[in-house]
């Protein structure tokens, strides 16, 4: 059956190609698919797939004005040797849980997943539809996605890439990592401010009729490599799949039997993606939404209130340094039943007051999901408890996701088999990750620090790591919000 898509906000309905390339819908919405694909093989058959066929069986489903030979096209250039895991998402048993590594592509996080696959599913897009322009990816980052698009669209004839990210919200490295990416086609530039300002600021460009036209009229295609694309949700949809496939094949579980999926959430992108898998029929019991002190998600499950009125804080996961969660609207969208008015009210009311509560018949069906928050020092001890008990090192991130399980469990007694999105590989964030084992880092350079934390690990520094240090610093420009329009017109001639 053909899946077919459409704006949260509006009823028209487009092709995936259309989706994908326009990024955004011009009603200011998401674009959502209009039902669900099942999986409709078993998991003894989908456990003999190795990840790119798994990848190709998963998006046929969702991309049907694709043609099976451009999806496995894509498929086979997204995961090929950038990544280092032959299983390009390896799963590993440590402590309480399954580790589902998604950190092993060519930027170290869990945005690789997608964007690898982003680039030949907008050119496919383009093909399909006819268009010849040049595409223009408009991108606002809280650290990874950022670098992560740079490099997948870095080398991509046709297309500039933007990126625009918070200059003091970022680890050293991933600021390190963007500002030293070469390509004669990519821009990128840090705001005073912090992710969610950059991220209005891009959505405010996306509504700009007067830029759009002036954009068009260049000869330009403006879309986005963040979440709010659906052709970013798409292929996360694909590991999880993945995952379960594998504990079936590794004997872990039986098949048909439940499991929860814990996901270190910000923009609410990865966890959707596992949302979308339980729609398609992966069983799943709980899906487990965890947050650091930005933890107004946490408070949206268990109260019904969206609240984006609190204190930014900066903690030691920056990646999920987020008030705003633009993809929630998605979800509110399914809890509504595919309820437009109901979406556009919400959307409104956190506009205007930054602020909403849910209708108890809506409430009644977040049941699927559970939620909780870490404070950075229960992050570290994480950490630090998790590496002296097994001798397996993780990232601040996925501490945050292993500690609300943790919660989770003691308080629930809930005992199903659970998937821990493991979305950064510990060497990007090593400054916090020495901290937490208690390597002194304090006085040591950047470069020092991974060193360090190398030597006492006896884990190789990554290799995509290494260079970031002796590469030259390409990009140094730097604005406020409020002028993010005018450098990208520089940017673009306009
Ligand atoms: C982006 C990111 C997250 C948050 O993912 P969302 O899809 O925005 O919820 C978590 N951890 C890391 C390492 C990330 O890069």
Redesign the pocket.
Known sequence: METLYKSTRGKKEVKSSEAILNGICDDGGLYVPINFPNIDKSFDELSKLNYKSLAVYVLKKYLSDFDEKDIRDSVDKAYDEKFSEKLIAPINKKGEAYFLEL?HGPTL???DMALSLLPYLLKTSCRKLKINKEIVILTAT????GKAALEAFSQVEGVKIIVFFPENGVSDIQKRQMITQEGDNTFVIGINGNFDHAQSGVKEIFNSKELNSSVNDKGYILTSAN?INIGRLLP?IIYYIYSYAQLVKNKEIESGENINIV???????????AYYAKNMGLPVNKLICASNENNVLTDFFNTGIYNKNRNFKVTI?P??D?LI?S?LERLIYEISNHDEEVVKDIMKKLIFFGKYELGSNFREKLKDFYAGYVEDRDCLKTIKDLYEDTGYLI?T??AVAYKVYKDYKYKTKDLTKTVI?S??SPF?FTRAVCNAIGIDSDESDDFKVLKDLSLYTNLQIPKALESIYIKNILHKKNCNKKEMKMVIKEILNL
């Open positions: 950190y996080a869990f945005k809280s650290g990874d996605t979440s996360q996901v270190p959430t910000g923009n609410f992108g990865n966890i959707l993606a996961s990646s999920m987020i969660s993809n990232d991130h996925t999105a979305t950064a990007k």
